[in-house]
C-alpha cells in the first residue's frame, strides 16, 4: 500500500473531502503510474481520482463501528514518533 494514503475512517473531527481527494490522488498517482499525466491522460486521470473519492466518500459513510474516533493529534503525535524511531531527527 502506498505510505502516503492514511486511515480515513473514525475520527474525531471527521475526515473532509480535501483529505479524501489527496488520498483519492495518490491512489490513482500509484495505480497508473503517473504523478502527472500526460494532456492525452489527463481527462481520465482527473476522471478515476473524481470516481475513487466518491466511492470513498460512500464507504466511509457507510462504515460503522463502536470504537472512540481516533484523535487527529495523538495520531499526529505516533506518527511523528515513528518517523523520529526509523529515521532519526
Given at each position: 500500500?502506498?505510505?502516503n494514503?492514511?486511515?480515513?475512517?473514525?475520527f474525531?473531527?471527521?475526515?473532509?473531502?480535501?483529505?479524501i481527494?489527496?488520498?483519492?490522488?495518490?491512489f490513482?498517482?500509484?495505480?497508473?503510474?503517473?504523478?502527472?499525466?500526460?494532456?492525452?491522460?489527463?481527462?481520465?486521470?482527473?476522471?478515476?481520482?473524481?470516481?475513487?473519492?466518491?466511492?470513498?466518500?460512500?464507504?466511509?459513510?457507510?462504515?460503522?463501528?463502536?470504537?472512540?474516533?481516533?484523535?487527529?493529534?495523538?495520531?499526529?503525535?505516533?506518527?511523528?514518533?515513528?518517523?523520529v524511531?526509523?529515521?532519526?531527527?
Open positions: 500500500m502506498c505510505r494514503i492514511k486511515v480515513l475512517f473514525n474525531d473531527p471527521p475526515t473532509t473531502k480535501d483529505e481527494q489527496a488520498a483519492s490522488l495518490q490513482v498517482r500509484k495505480v497508473s503510474g503517473f504523478h502527472e499525466p500526460s494532456q492525452a491522460n489527463e481527462p481520465a486521470f482527473n476522471h478515476a481520482v473524481d470516481e475513487v473519492a466518491a466511492i470513498t466518500q460512500k464507504l466511509l459513510d457507510a462504515l460503522v463501528t463502536n470504537a472512540e474516533p481516533h484523535n487527529r493529534e495523538v495520531e499526529k503525535a505516533r506518527a511523528h514518533a515513528r518517523a524511531a526509523r529515521f532519526g531527527q
